[in-house]
């Protein structure tokens, strides 16, 4: 409990310092941060088109996030899920178009599954070299977002059929049987391109929570990732788990993908970067630090920051470049979190001093006060 308070003091704090520190920056360039703030905050809730985006741009930050709150907590550090969810855009769009009269109830869980499952083969690779022969999962999984990025481009320019292309560099939109949009959100919220994608990232945080806290698979997974050794001691196979975690860990970038796919773009193009929502993921789940709940709070803020961000110019003419300042100095602060429970542990320490002291002063007025009491009595 002392830890989850503590991770949660970090957080916070975080994200205050990083608003300091842009309110800051705009005082030196002569902006008003209280405006630009206000502006931010307008852009975000304004409108329920407006909201509508926040929760289109946090359904794949919160999957992305658990993917590397998985493999975190194996004791993996996941960088390649842009990769892992790229493969399961790609796989997902590809084949929605290419069976346009799949009827919905079979082609809406078979290509979510298909997304799923390429990104998990995408996470279990560096996982399995990882395991069989000590590879750095960090270096691997780099690796893979850049040949996954060009593999993905290059299946959408000379591999897929011309009739399900738009143009060299897009493919046309899927069908009403493989769209995750539903019209009453889309009414709901003014035209956003909201999906029930939202939906199934709230249900696999319950999902990732039950499996990873109440189930003998993460047990094991939690396990090996706190001592290997004393895993595989204790009769768990390190390797395998090691395998799963990371799978599980493309499954969910995968899930993510194929819902940017599915939900929000509704179709491919060409990528001159690997997808932000995997290391902005990687930045959730760091803020988040380990919870699921936190997770989720977190996604919130950096969606908040996201799109407020983009109604900040036109209000209050901050440019948008000084949200990616704060969010940046957000994850400078949680990356230096030593910092922070060492300014926790000063103000701490001058509190109990100073309650110390008002102690002794209110015990020696207690002293001087009998003192006088006992000599008028004589």
Known sequence: MAAQKNSFSVALFSVLFGLIIGAVIM????YNP???YVALLGSAFGSMQDIGGVLTQMT????TALGFAVAQTAGFFNIGLSGQALAGWVGSVWYALSFPDMPAYLMMPSSILLGVGLGAIAGAIPGWLRAQFGASEVIVTIMMNYILLFLGNNILQNTMSKSIKESAETTKQVGANASLQMKWLTDLTQGSSISAG????LIMIVVIWFVMTKTTLGFEIRAVGLNADAAKYAGMSDKRNAVIAMAISGGLAGLAGTIEGLG??????????SPAIGFDGM??????SGSYLGILASAAIFSVLKIGGLGMPMSSGVPFELVDIVTASIIFFVGAKYLIQLIQKRVHEMDEKAAEAAAIKKAAKAESVAGKNQKGGE
């Open 283 to 288: 930045a959730v789940a760091l803020l988040g």
């Open 34 to 36: 209280i405006s630009g």
């Open 264 to 273: 929000n773009y509704l179709n491919f193009f060409t990528q001159n970067g």
């Open 27 to 30: 005082l030196v360039f002569g």
């Open 198 to 201: 939202i939906f199934i990232a």
């Open 60 to 63: 794949p930050l919160i999957l």
